[in-house]
Structure formats: structure tokens, C-alpha cells
């Protein structure tokens, strides 16, 4: 699991001291062998106890990561032969329980179904700091407002090498824990393999060598969100890519980004999980650096992103705005990524957009400059 920058509210506890934790996991969202080891190995970090560990889910869910379950001391809970799903109701049951009747400090629930927000918003007002953990395709919409902590997994094939060999599935963290984690074993990292061992069935099919203009702009057609310059989370963008036709599933996506130069930004460079469209091949550091704007190039981006923002929700001109519902508009307008932190994005924008509270921000203000009409 990739160490990286992680939702982290000012004045929260180091989660490395966490004394009681309970960890429940719904085995019919997150139901991943390698994930869900990844997970759980990550938690053993993390507490000095970990009093409850359960996985609830339908039989077939739970017979696939019965191994992990076994290695890791998890008690599968299966459902009630009922016409209706149990899963979510008894998993809720046996959390508020545990809360309840034991001196729990850290919940943890591995899932990112959007069932279990009035759970994970019980248990923070019972005083507990709450994770959430989810597969990146499987994640609710602004899930930060409701847990303290939310870290997304990517699960990623690794091209055979072997032709005798099975692919290796890899686990990269989206949004990783604020601490170091301890490496895996190096099955888990092929991202850090040099440039002479990439096979060539890590390269695209039919990318040019020399990749043109026209290349470039088909991938921020595929991905609008990037023209704004603002990082995405790389899961999301590669997914869509591959879904355009533009990625095939088994590129590998850092080498195949390295053909546009400058055109874009993988963040951390030992093992991205950010990518931003840098417009002209210079991003918004270079530019402060030279002291002036290179011609082309906006030197207070910000401004035309707030004027976007105040166009999608107008009504932030009149006062604040609960985030949550906010959130989704600038999602479905893509000018906020489908997997961006809403608490990122609006904190690079600190002379137009103010969160509060400042420990877990609920709603966003406009204090930018105003016209005499009361207009930007």
C-alpha cells in the first residue's frame, strides 16, 4: 500500500495510537482477496488491539476470501437464508453493539456502500474516529464528509512475464494512511520497475511513437475534468481511458503517460496516484517561479475556477453552502473529479472559497471580491 497524502482533519489524533478498534467488513462490496489483505494488514498497524473483526456477506462472497479471513483472524458472518439481503442490517447490529458495550475507540468499515452513512455518522458523534475503506469503483459520492478517514484501493493486473506465470494482482492506495506504512513483498511492486524491463505488452497497441496534438486532446475529451488542471485521481482517469479505447487493459499507465512529456503530472513519483493536464507543459510552480505569466499562460488560474464554481452553484453568492450537496453538482458539471476530495479541491482556492468548521468541514462560503452589483 502506497504511502501518500490522505484526508487528515486538523487537530485529529495520530491514528497510530488508537487503543480498541473494530472492523467490520462487508464481504459483498469489498470482496477482493488482495485488497481486503492489504486492508487488514494495514489495521494490524494501526491499533494496539483490534477487538472485533467480522465479515458479513452471502456464502459465495465469503468462500472467496476465505483464506484472508482465516490468515487474518476474521469471524465470517453469513446471511440469513431470507429473500432479502442481510448483510448490511447485521453488520449495522453488531457495530452499534460493539460500540455500545466496549470501550471502542476506531471503527473501521470496509465497504463503500452509501448504506451505511447513518452508521458511520452514529458511531463519529459517539466520539469514535471512523475509517472507511473501499475499491475505487465501488465508493459513494463525497464519502469525506462522512467518515474521518476514507482510502481508496485500486486492484491492478500485472502483465505475465512468465508465460508459465499468473498475473499478479497489485493493491495501490488512492488515498493512503498519514503515516508510513512497512513495504509489502515485492510481488506488490512492479510500478517501480525500471524503463529496460517494461515488456512490450505493457505498451499501447496502436500508440505512435511520437504521440500528436490529436492524441492529447482525445484525452481530455475522454476526460474533461482534467482541463481544469486539477489533479485526478489516476484510477478514475485510467478507467475511463481504457473505456474510451484509448488505454488496453494491460498498459502499463505510467509508461504510457512518459510519451506526453510535460503534458502531464504523475504525483508521487515513485508510485502515482494523482495525475493533473499541464496546459502548455508548464504548471501553475513553474510559472510563480518566473515572476510573470509566459504568453498563453493564466498566472491566477483560481479566478476562472472560482467563476465556474459560482456558475454551476449560484447560490454560493448568497451565503454558505452545505458541501454535500454542492459536491455532486460540481461532479456531474466535472469540474471536481469523480473521486477528488471536495476538501482538497477548495483548499487551493483559499482567496475565493472558505471551509468551515476547519476540523470537519461541513459547508463552503464564497469570500471573493464582489461587484457593485453584487456580482463577480
Known sequence: ????????????????????????????NLNDATALDHVLTHLRQRADRVLY???????????????????????????????KVTTDSALVIDAVEAVCTQEIDTVAICSGD???????????E??????????????????????????????????EIPAACEPV??????????????????????????????SATERPVSTPESPSRELIDRVL???????????????????????????????????????FGSSFNLQPAQQPNQIAYVSGGLTTKTVKAAGKAPSGICAEPSHEMAQRVLKAVPDLRNGPQILSQ????????????????????????????????????????YVGPMSANGGQ
Open 221 to 259: 475529451r475522454a476526460v474533461p475534468s482534467l482541463r481544469s488542471g486539477q489533479s485526478q485521481h489516476l484510477s478514475h482517469v485510467v478507467a475511463t481511458l481504457r473505456q474510451a479505447g484509448l488505454l488496453t487493459k494491460d498498459t502499463k499507465t505510467t509508461v504510457w503517460f512518459a510519451q
Open 326 to 365: 454542492i459536491v455532486p453538482v460540481l461532479r456531474q458539471k466535472t469540474i471536481l473529479g469523480k473521486t477528488t476530495k471536495s476538501t482538497t479541491f477548495f483548499a487551493k482556492f483559499p482567496s475565493h472559497f472558505k471551509l468551515s468548521p476547519k476540523a470537519q468541514p461541513t459547508h463552503v462560503s
Open 126 to 159: 459517539r466520539g469514535c474516529h471512523v475509517l472507511c475503506f473501499s475499491l475505487s469503483n465501488k465508493i459513494f459520492a463525497n464519502p469525506e464528509s462522512f467518515y474521518d478517514e476514507v482510502i481508496l484501493l485500486e486492484v491492478v493486473e500485472k502483465p
Open 1 to 28: 500500500m502506497a504511502a501518500g497524502e490522505m484526508i487528515h482533519p486538523e487537530g485529529a489524533r495520530n491514528m497510530g495510537t488508537a487503543r480498541n478498534m473494530a472492523v467490520f467488513i462487508d464481504a459483498d
Open 114 to 124: 452509501a448504506d451505511f452513512v447513518p452508521l458511520a455518522t452514529w458511531v463519529r
Open 169 to 198: 494482482k497489485a493493491v495501490q492506495a488512492l488515498s493512503a494512511a498519514p503515516h508510513e506504512v512497512p513495504e509489502t513483498h515485492s510481488k506488490f511492486q512492479g510500478e517501480e520497475k525500471t524503463q529496460a524491463a517494461v
Open 53 to 83: 473483526k467480522r465479515a458479513y456477506g452471502r456464502v459465495d462472497s465469503l468462500k472467496g476470501i476465505e483464506s484472508v479471513l482465516w490468515r487474518h483472524g476474521v469471524r465470517p458472518v453469513s446471511n440469513m437464508i431470507v429473500n
